[in-house]
């Protein structure tokens, strides 16, 4: 498994791992409940942590930029199913359907 995202926020985490499922990558979520614990750890060791299969790194390092790049920032709702979803998403996580207006992009 590699390493692929950390943050001190649960929430972060817990959107780079929205983007990478979206993207159809298998990801584990570690530290999600160690943060603020008492101990030795170095602080970032203890934050919550993305990691994924060594095949899919590159992959997910790559949607991972292009989700925190590539954002215009403003919240969209699926057409289909009315979800509300947050900017980096490129796609409804609930139904799938593609947000409107971003042409599927290097869907490798
Ligand atoms: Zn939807």
């Known amino acids: 498994m590699k390493r692929v995202y950390r943050a001190a926020s649960l929430l972060e985490v817990a959107h780079a791992r929205n983007v990478l499922i979206t993207a159809g990558i298998a990801c584990e ?32 390092l790559s949607v991972l930029a292009r989700a925190s790049t590539g954002v215009d920032g403003t919240p969209w709702q699926c057409a289909a199913c009315g979800e509300k979803l947050e900017p980096q998403f490129l796609q409804c996580w609930h139904c799938g359907t593609d947000r409107p207006g971003s042409a599927p992009q290097d869907a490798a």
């Open 29 to 60: 979520l570690r530290n999600q409940y160690l943060a603020g614990a008492l101990g030795d750890l170095p602080m970032m060791e203890t934050w919550p942590q993305l990691y994924v299969d060594d095949g899919d790194e590159r992959f997910a």
